[in-house]
């Protein structure tokens, strides 16, 4: 059976314990008791750039980067855990997240020397947020067949035209990454002729309209493209090499500990509602087995962990951790709705209530963002010799 | 104990004596294969969790874990995890470990007499009819008091199977010798260790059925292609093959957190684990050996072809050392007494104290 079906245990390294100590102390005094729990639910969307600032100036955006750069030289474990005590505790991250997962590594990648100064340590800051310009109105999983068309004017500079949608935070953002073609689409090496450009939000021909989701928050948007002039020095990495940085993005995307925690506050109403000790068979088991899952999930994300931290390029482990992950974060809304007492109503206020509307009517997108579980499974087959 | 290359250099040793073995045996799992439990011998395997200094070949569980992998993988007729458990029981209880195939009793009803005479029933012996003393705990003594039951002329065999095939037998004596060891020396039960060694059988189990089910989808041919080609069937199998991971990852994990028992891993830490790492391993079955059987089609079903010989045990191993429900009531009581403020932080401080054995 070929390896990438092997999680081997991680080693956490010995100063761990003290660290995760230290996150918690931070925690415990930046968000106070009474924190609304349906706030903690998804809290990767949350956004709160004070919260996100003052997490830059305690020096945990930019972790594992340069100290040139503005970042702290801290290893990827440890990146790891402060990621899985946020995530668990709930704290609202949703301003920095996409900058310190992808965007600014994808910077330290594949940038110019100019582009990393500007751009990095501001987002180490967390000051400057970012969003993906990567899906639009006919590419979501078939993410190939972007439109959006740059185009080189004679004096170097680049004009873009076109539209990017579902772009999380965009309203709220500061840069974006946006995929596009560089040459004309070739039937036979669909992958070819794609670039990434580094575009800053109020750049002219650049208009963001916002989308309503189905909970009545805004927090996705249309972005359009008309004539929108970019310098020549916009153009991140290689011109045409576009897909393959998007792939490499792509891992970074799917390997998280926020591909299973999403729906951990209402794990912990769950338990806070049935007290100490349930009378009922079905729930008590049902807590076991969720509790079994979490553990194993865990135990998943933090080999994949291991493996990145060591250099390696777990793209088929990341995807069966983010399926596993999805299914199970997405499966305990439900399960917790029908485990619930005959006393919960749905139009009641209570943080229990309210944390289970709220996944109820958000979790069907966890299996959406980053990768659709179709798409994931066709990874993971790919992987098994099947395609 | 080993190193890494150690380790693998172990479990290809033992992947190739069971691939040699299950080549040309007979695959009737009842049959125990005589001469291949030899050769498993030789090699130490069976010993593998018995110190050194009491004659074993001194591995850990970590060890264990590759070679019960490869035994599930190869659907070995052995009771290579029966004897393993039995051994490492009887020499941490500081009982002489006989020389003999060592299984145990999953119950015990009878009368022990003050001169270490018993007579009585040993329920659900794995292979016991092949066993030459079976371990078990003292009945009516909550500490837990490990015994070592010698197998004598007086017993009989009321010769019982699993779906598999595998024997699960009663023993009765009308009496036979038996030793009495050190109550709970490690905090651990027979049923607990049980449960790591399924789990790792299973990991095993579950990878030899998803990899005849890819070949089969790549060969089957229907509407003109191999069935594998048809996203319907590549999306299953790919489930399939995230359950494998899980319960692949969960055995690992557990039996990590058996080699560094009293070493970073409490016994409660250790219980938590192996009962996480068993559920998981269980529900993994589900979907592994429906997929496996939809994916087969009616070949599966067939008494000649092999599918069965994973499926049948796993289904079987399912019960065994804990199910579902045995686990998942365990875990969802302690889960709840410690309640939500404590559910993350027990989670973390167990990885983070096992990462860190005092060496």
């Given at each position: 059976m070929p390896t990438p079906f092997t999680f081997d245990p991680v080693d956490l390294p010995p100063g761990i314990p003290a660290f995760r100590a230290e996150i918690r102390e931070w925690l415990a005094r930046e968000m106070p008791r009474d924190y609304p729990s349906h706030q903690r639910a998804n809290c990767w969307a949350v956004y709160d750039a004070d919260f996100s600032r003052r997490l830059g100036a305690r020096g945990w955006i930019g972790m594992v980067w340069p100290k040139t750069y503005g970042g702290h030289e801290r290893s990827p474990i440890e990146r790891y855990v402060l990621m899985e005590e946020l995530l668990a505790a709930g704290a609202p991250v949703g301003a920095h997240w996409i900058g310190d997962r992808q965007t600014a590594p994808a910077i330290l990648r594949y940038g110019t020397e100019a582009q990393k100064q500007r751009y990095v340590p501001a987002v180490a800051r967390g000051e400057c947020f970012c969003c993906i310009g990567m899906s639009e109105p006919n590419a979501g999983s078939d993410l190939a067949s972007?439109?959006?068309?740059?185009?080189?004017?004679?004096?170097g500079r680049w004009k873009i035209n076109g539209q990017k949608i579902w772009t999380t935070l965009a309203h709220k953002s500061h840069l974006i990454i946006v995929l596009a073609r560089t040459s004309p689409q070739d039937e036979k090496n669909r992958h070819a002729g794609l670039s990434q450009?580094?575009?800053?939000?109020?750049?002219?021909?650049?208009?963001?309209?916002?989308?309503?989701?189905?909970?009545?928050?805004?927090?996705?948007?249309?972005?359009?493209?008309?004539?929108?002039?970019?310098?020549?020095?916009?153009?991140?990495?290689?011109?045409?090499?576009?897909?393959?940085?998007?792939?490499?993005?792509?891992?970074l995307e799917r390997s998280g500990p926020e591909r299973?925690?999403?729906?951990?506050?209402?794990?912990?109403?769950?338990?806070?509602?049935?007290?100490?000790?349930?009378?009922?068979?079905?729930?008590?088991?049902?807590?076991?087995r969720l509790s079994a899952e979490i553990w194993t999930l865990r135990q998943m994300s933090l080999s994949v962990a291991g493996q990145l931290a060591r250099g390696e390029d777990p793209y088929v482990q990341a995807a069966i951790v983010k399926d596993l992950g999805n299914v199970?974060?997405?499966?305990?809304?439900?399960?917790?709705?029908?485990?619930?007492?005959?006393?919960?109503?749905?139009?009641?206020?209570?943080?229990?209530?309210?944390?289970?509307?709220?996944?109820?009517?958000?979790?069907?997108?966890?299996?959406?963002?980053?990768?659709?579980?179709?798409?994931?499974?066709?990874?993971?087959a790919r992987g098994l010799g099947l395609r | 104990m080993a190193d890494l290359e150690q380790r693998q250099m172990l479990a290809d040793t033992a992947d190739r004596l069971f691939a040699d073995a299950t080549k040309s045996a007979e695959t009737d799992a009842a049959g125990f294969d005589a001469a291949l439990w030899a050769q498993a011998v030789e090699l130490g395997l069976p010993s593998l969790l018995v110190p050194e200094g009491l004659g074993g070949a001194g591995g850990?569980?970590?060890?264990?874990?590759?070679?019960?992998?490869?035994?599930?993988?190869?659907?070995?007729?052995?009771?290579?995890?029966?004897?393993?458990?039995a051994a490492q029981f009887a020499a941490v209880a500081g009982i002489d470990v006989p020389t003999t195939m060592l299984s145990f009793a999953s119950a015990?009803?009878?009368?022990?007499?003050?001169?270490?005479?018993?007579?009585?029933?040993?329920?659900?012996?794995?292979?016991?009819?092949?066993?030459?003393?079976?371990?078990?705990?003292?009945?009516?003594?909550?500490?837990?008091?490990?015994?070592?039951?010698?197998?004598?002329?007086?017993?009989?065999?009321?010769?019982?199977?699993?779906?598999?095939?595998?024997?699960?037998?009663?023993?009765?004596?009308?009496?036979?010798?038996?030793?009495?060891?050190?109550?709970?020396p490690d905090g651990l039960l027979l049923h607990e260790r049980l449960a790591v060694a399924r789990c790792a059988q299973i990991a095993g189990a579950l990878r030899a059925a998803l990899q005849r089910s890819v070949e089969y989808a790549g060969t089957r041919k229907q509407f003109g292609r191999?069935?594998?080609?048809?996203?319907?069937?590549?999306?299953?199998?790919?489930?399939?093959?995230?359950?494998?991971?899980?319960?692949?990852?969960?055995?690992?994990?557990?039996?990590?957190?058996?080699?560094?028992?009293?070493?970073?891993?409490?016994?409660?830490?250790?219980?938590?684990?192996?009962?996480?790492?068993?559920?998981?391993?269980?529900?993994?079955?589900?979907?592994?050996?429906?997929?496996?059987?939809?994916?087969?089609?009616?070949i599966g079903f067939t008494r000649e072809y092999d599918l069965r010989r994973s499926t049948q045990r796993l289904w079987s191993w399912r019960s065994e050392g804990g199910n579902d429900r045995?686990?998942?009531?365990?875990?969802g009581r302690q889960v709840c007494a410690r309640g939500a403020e404590h559910f993350w932080s027990d989670l973390t401080a167990r990885d983070d104290a096992a990462s860190s054995p005092r060496e």
């Amino acid at each position: 059976m070929p390896t990438p079906f092997t999680f081997d245990p991680v080693d956490l390294p010995p100063g761990i314990p003290a660290f995760r100590a230290e996150i918690r102390e931070w925690l415990a005094r930046e968000m106070p008791r009474d924190y609304p729990s349906h706030q903690r639910a998804n809290c990767w969307a949350v956004y709160d750039a004070d919260f996100s600032r003052r997490l830059g100036a305690r020096g945990w955006i930019g972790m594992v980067w340069p100290k040139t750069y503005g970042g702290h030289e801290r290893s990827p474990i440890e990146r790891y855990v402060l990621m899985e005590e946020l995530l668990a505790a709930g704290a609202p991250v949703g301003a920095h997240w996409i900058g310190d997962r992808q965007t600014a590594p994808a910077i330290l990648r594949y940038g110019t020397e100019a582009q990393k100064q500007r751009y990095v340590p501001a987002v180490a800051r967390g000051e400057c947020f970012c969003c993906i310009g990567m899906s639009e109105p006919n590419a979501g999983s078939d993410l190939a067949s972007v439109k959006t068309r740059a185009e080189r004017l004679p004096d170097g500079r680049w004009k873009i035209n076109g539209q990017k949608i579902w772009t999380t935070l965009a309203h709220k953002s500061h840069l974006i990454i946006v995929l596009a073609r560089t040459s004309p689409q070739d039937e036979k090496n669909r992958h070819a002729g794609l670039s990434q450009f580094l575009l800053e939000f109020g750049t002219p021909g650049m208009r963001v309209q916002p989308i309503t989701d189905l909970v009545g928050e805004q927090h996705f948007n249309e972005i359009f493209f008309e004539d929108c002039i970019v310098e020549a020095d916009g153009l991140l990495g290689t011109e045409g090499d576009g897909w393959k940085q998007v792939t490499a993005e792509l891992s970074l995307e799917r390997s998280g500990p926020e591909r299973y925690l999403s729906s951990m506050s209402l794990f912990h109403e769950l338990l806070r509602r049935v007290g100490p000790d349930p009378a009922s068979d079905a729930v008590r088991q049902a807590i076991g087995r969720l509790s079994a899952e979490i553990w194993t999930l865990r135990q998943m994300s933090l080999s994949v962990a291991g493996q990145l931290a060591r250099g390696e390029d777990p793209y088929v482990q990341a995807a069966i951790v983010k399926d596993l992950g999805n299914v199970f974060e997405q499966a305990l809304p439900p399960l917790v709705q029908s485990l619930a007492d005959a006393g919960v109503r749905l139009e009641q206020d209570s943080d229990f209530v309210r944390t289970l509307a709220l996944l109820l009517q958000v979790s069907p997108s966890f299996s959406l963002r980053g990768g659709t579980r179709e798409i994931l499974r066709g990874i993971i087959a790919r992987g098994l010799g099947l395609r | 104990m080993a190193d890494l290359e150690q380790r693998q250099m172990l479990a290809d040793t033992a992947d190739r004596l069971f691939a040699d073995a299950t080549k040309s045996a007979e695959t009737d799992a009842a049959g125990f294969d005589a001469a291949l439990w030899a050769q498993a011998v030789e090699l130490g395997l069976p010993s593998l969790l018995v110190p050194e200094g009491l004659g074993g070949a001194g591995g850990d569980w970590e060890d264990a874990c590759v070679v019960l992998q490869a035994a599930g993988f190869h659907a070995v007729p052995l009771p290579l995890a029966e004897h393993l458990i039995a051994a490492q029981f009887a020499a941490v209880a500081g009982i002489d470990v006989p020389t003999t195939m060592l299984s145990f009793a999953s119950a015990v009803e009878g009368r022990f007499s003050a001169s270490r005479t018993f007579e009585g029933r040993l329920l659900g012996v794995p292979w016991g009819r092949h066993a030459g003393a079976v371990v078990a705990l003292q009945p009516d003594r909550p500490d837990g008091v490990p015994l070592l039951i010698r197998r004598s002329d007086a017993f009989e065999v009321e010769p019982h199977v699993n779906p598999a095939g595998e024997p699960r037998d009663t023993l009765v004596t009308r009496g036979s010798p038996f030793l009495v060891g050190q109550p709970r020396p490690d905090g651990l039960l027979l049923h607990e260790r049980l449960a790591v060694a399924r789990c790792a059988q299973i990991a095993g189990a579950l990878r030899a059925a998803l990899q005849r089910s890819v070949e089969y989808a790549g060969t089957r041919k229907q509407f003109g292609r191999a069935i594998g080609q048809f996203q319907a069937v590549q999306q299953q199998l790919a489930q399939f093959g995230t359950e494998v991971a899980a319960a692949s990852a969960a055995a690992t994990a557990a039996c990590r957190a058996m080699a560094r028992l009293g070493n970073g891993v409490t016994a409660a830490d250790a219980r938590f684990t192996i009962g996480a790492a068993k559920l998981r391993c269980n529900l993994a079955i589900g979907v592994g050996t429906s997929t496996a059987h939809q994916v087969h089609a009616a070949i599966g079903f067939t008494r000649e072809y092999d599918l069965r010989r994973s499926t049948q045990r796993l289904w079987s191993w399912r019960s065994e050392g804990g199910n579902d429900r045995d686990w998942s009531d365990r875990l969802g009581r302690q889960v709840c007494a410690r309640g939500a403020e404590h559910f993350w932080s027990d989670l973390t401080a167990r990885d983070d104290a096992a990462s860190s054995p005092r060496e």
